[in-house]
C-alpha cells in the first residue's frame, strides 16, 4: 500500500485517479505551513506539490519518500540537493500547461500592444472626441519576437506567433539551429545582441544560477523603445528594479508579467503601480481545462513512477 499526500488540492479528476486504485491510500491538505508538512509527510512514499516550500529540512524528515510530483513545471520551491540526497525522483507535468501558458502569453502581447483599457476609459470620461488625440497603439504583424527558451511552452508559442505573421527568435543554449528553424524560427546565439532587434520577448526559462537577473538593465537599455516583455516562467529572471526603471525611462514601451521574485508580492513593489505593466497573479495556466490536464498528470506520474512507466521526459535531472 503506497502512502500519498496531496499538498495543496487539485482538480477533482487527479483524486479520482486514486479513488481507483485500492492499492494506494492518500490525503490532502490545504495549507502550506511548514510544520505541517513536516510531520504529514514522514511515512509518505510520494507526494503532489504546487507552490508550497519543500525546504531541505522537510524532505530529508521523509523516511519513504520516493517521488515529488510538481503540479506545474517549476520546481525552484523544492530543494533540488536534499531530494538528490535522499534519492527521491521530482516530476513535473511536462505536457499539460504548454497551450493554457501560450495563450496566455498572446493576451498579454495583444493587451499591452493595444494599451489595454485605454479606449474603454476614453468612451466612459466622455472625451469620445479627442481619440485622435490618444496614444497609438502597435501592431503585431510583421514584428521580430524573442522567445527565450524552447520547451513545450515556447513550441506551442511559436505557432501562435507566426500565426500573427510575426518573425519568431528563439535563444535556447540546448537546442539546436535545425529544430528552431524546422518550426518556423530563427536561432539567437548572441543574447546581448539578439535584444537589439526584436519588438517583443517572451520568457520560458527556469530559474536557476545562470538564468537569475538575466533581464538586466545593461539588456533593456539596449532594447528597443516599443518592445514588449512577458514573462510568465518565473519572477527572479527579470531584475524587477531594472524593470521598472527601465519602463519609468521609457526604455522599452510595456512589460506582462504573470510571475514576480517574491509571491505574493510585496504592497510596496513599484510595478504594481506602474501604468505600463499589465499583470496576473501567476495563473497563466489556470484555464479550466488546463488544470484538469494538471491534476491527472501530476498523480498520473506518481502512479507511473511506482509502476516503472514513468516518462523521462516528466524527470527533472537532479
Not at 488540492?9 to 485517479?17: F, L, R, Y
Not at 524573442?146 to 515556447?154: D, V
Not at 501562435?160 to 540546448?174: A, K
Not at 527601465?246 to 508579467?257: Q, V
Request: charged share 30%; with cysteine.
Amino acid at each position: 500500500m503506497k502512502n500519498i499526500l496531496i499538498i495543496q488540492p487539485i482538480d477533482k479528476s487527479g483524486i479520482e485517479i486514486l479513488e481507483n486504485r485500492p492499492d494506494y491510500n492518500f490525503e490532502i491538505i490545504d495549507g502550506t505551513d511548514l510544520e505541517q508538512i513536516k510531520e504529514k509527510i514522514v511515512k509518505c512514499d510520494g507526494i503532489s506539490i504546487r507552490t508550497a516550500k519543500l525546504p531541505a529540512d522537510v524532505i530529508r524528515s521523509a523516511k519513504n519518500l520516493k517521488i515529488i510530483s510538481r503540479h506545474g513545471v517549476g520546481y525552484d520551491n523544492i530543494d533540488l540537493e536534499a531530494a538528490k540526497e535522499k534519492n527521491v525522483t521530482i516530476s513535473i507535468t511536462a505536457t499539460a500547461n504548454a497551450v493554457a501558458v501560450a495563450e496566455h502569453v498572446m493576451f498579454m502581447l495583444l493587451n499591452i500592444s493595444k494599451r489595454k483599457d485605454m479606449y474603454d476609459k476614453t468612451v466612459k470620461s466622455g472625451r469620445f472626441n479627442d481619440r485622435n488625440k490618444l496614444p497609438k497603439t502597435i501592431e503585431l504583424w510583421n514584428k521580430n519576437i524573442l522567445i527565450m527558451g524552447f520547451g513545450r511552452i515556447g513550441k506551442s508559442l511559436i505557432k501562435r506567433c507566426i500565426g500573427f505573421e510575426m518573425n519568431v527568435y528563439v535563444y535556447d543554449p540546448f537546442v539546436s539551429k535545425e529544430e528552431i528553424e524546422s518550426l518556423g524560427g530563427k536561432k539567437i546565439e548572441d543574447l546581448k545582441e539578439g535584444v537589439k532587434k526584436i519588438d517583443a520577448l517572451t520568457l520560458h526559462m527556469p530559474l536557476n544560477e545562470k538564468t537569475k537577473n538575466i533581464i538586466n538593465y545593461e539588456v533593456l537599455k539596449n532594447m528597443k523603445k516599443n518592445c514588449i516583455i512577458i514573462n510568465a516562467s518565473r519572477g527572479g529572471i527579470i531584475n524587477e528594479n531594472d524593470l521598472n526603471k527601465s519602463l519609468n525611462e521609457n526604455k522599452i514601451f510595456g512589460a506582462g508579467l504573470d510571475v514576480f521574485d517574491t509571491e505574493p508580492p510585496d504592497n510596496d513593489n513599484p510595478l504594481l503601480k506602474n501604468d505600463k505593466t499589465f499583470l496576473s497573479p501567476h495563473t497563466a495556466a489556470f484555464t479550466e481545462e488546463c488544470m484538469v490536464r494538471m491534476g491527472k498528470e501530476t498523480i498520473q506520474n506518481i502512479i507511473d513512477f511506482f509502476d516503472k512507466k514513468l516518462e523521462k521526459s516528466k524527470i527533472v535531472k537532479l
